[in-house]
């Protein structure tokens, strides 16, 4: 097992920030919401529709039946909510293949709500929400050349997306296609251990590494580079080929400011519960935060910053 090198150990962790769920006929939405996406993942889970003759408004409440597809079968989901829309004078349209709605108040004719039958059961119980897991197929940069960000029309463009978009709906018709983009900001993680009698840098070299870090900052690219990167090798997606086994890894160029700046680690967080739904993959369990840290050197070159008596404490 190494030394610590410094006294003084920092990481990088990119964070999601604005984020939005949405498929492929309304990614101009990403243009209206002013979200400015540096990454993008293809999720697919089982097609949710609605059964309109279902729906009955009595009272205060509202009830009716979500079916969740699996392959050839359907899982019935029976819902009961209460009526917040002012009326229980209502006609519920759906139309096949039953994946959108819309509520219309009679007296009116006004639309009081409509949007996709997924993103209604989502918003309806959270006891549900195991219906909603998210299977990821690829994670991208939508992240454009020299720092311009990739938008809702650049994306309807994008090659690589939409050849997986349409080969995934291909193989499994009986499984929704589902967009997920999100903005990532930094955090500069730190530690500080003085316990040892032995480092294997002086105090200056330990100040000038401190230096080093504050005084140099990545680019933008280079952080979504292995945002990317560290993604992919956490949950293996199976329409990616590169970065699945060979992150992190100081021959790759994309990263390699941070080699640079001698960080000690690089991690990602992915938060999804706002939004209602969790990731997951072959080699994931689904979860509301996927939390992916990777110590960008070996145990025998150097000891991880968070690793405490040989535990590591984040």
């Given amino acids: 097992m190494a030394n610590r090198k410094f006294v003084s150990e920092f990481g990088l962790n990119m964070l999601n920030g604005l984020r939005l769920l949405l498929q492929q006929e309304h990614l101009s939405l ?20 609605i059964v309109p003759e279902s729906i009955k408004c009595e009272g205060d409440l509202i009830s009716g039946i979500f079916r969740k597809q699996i392959k050839d079968t359907f899982e019935e989901i029976p819902f009961k909510t209460n009526n917040y829309l002012g009326t229980t004078d209502l006609t519920f349209k759906s139309e096949y293949p039953y994946t959108e709605y819309e509520v219309i108040d009679n007296k009116t004719q006004k639309l009081l709500a409509n949007g996709k039958s997924a993103l209604l059961l989502a918003k309806l119980n ?5 219906h909603l ?3 990821i197929l690829y994670v991208g940069q939508s992240y454009g050349v020299e720092g311009a960000r990739t938008a809702g029309e650049r994306l309807k463009k994008h090659e690589t997306l939409q ?5 995934a709906i291909r193989k499994s018709p009986d499984q929704e296609i589902w967009l ?10 730190a530690s500080f251990d003085g316990r040892h009698d032995e480092y294997e840098t002086t105090e200056d070299q330990d100040n000038t590494h401190i230096k080093n870090v ?11 580079n292995f945002t990317e990167a560290a993604l992919i ?3 293996q997606p199976p329409y990616n080929k590169i970065y699945k086994d060979t992150f992190p890894n ?12 001698d960080l000690n680690m690089v991690c990602v967080e992915l938060q999804t519960d706002e939004l209602a739904f969790r990731f997951w993959s072959e080699n994931v369990p689904p979860n509301w935060l996927h939390f992916c840290s990777f110590p960008l050197h070996s145990k025998e070159e150097r000891m991880y910053m968070f690793e405490i008596d040989g535990e590591v404490a984040l």
């Avoid at 990403?30 to 529709?49: E, L």
């Avoid at 959270?126 to 195991?130: N, R």
């Avoid at 997920?180 to 993680?189: A, G, Q, R, T």
């Avoid at 021959?251 to 080699?259: F, G, I, L, Q």
């Fill in 233 to 235: 090798r956490h949950f």
């Fill in 180 to 189: 997920f983009v999100s903005e990532f900001e930094e955090i500069l993680l």
């Fill in 30 to 49: 990403i243009d209206q919401t002013g979200i400015k996406p540096h990454i993008y993942i293809i999720s697919r889970r089982p097609r949710i529709s």
């Fill in 163 to 167: 050849g997986i978009y349409s080969e």
């Fill in 250 to 261: 100081p021959a790759h160029k994309t990263y390699s400011e941070c080699y640079d700046i």
């Fill in 133 to 135: 897991d998210l299977e």
């Fill in 126 to 130: 959270p006891d549900y929400q195991a």
């Fill in 214 to 224: 504050l005084n140099n900052e990545m680019t933008e690219q280079q952080k979504i």
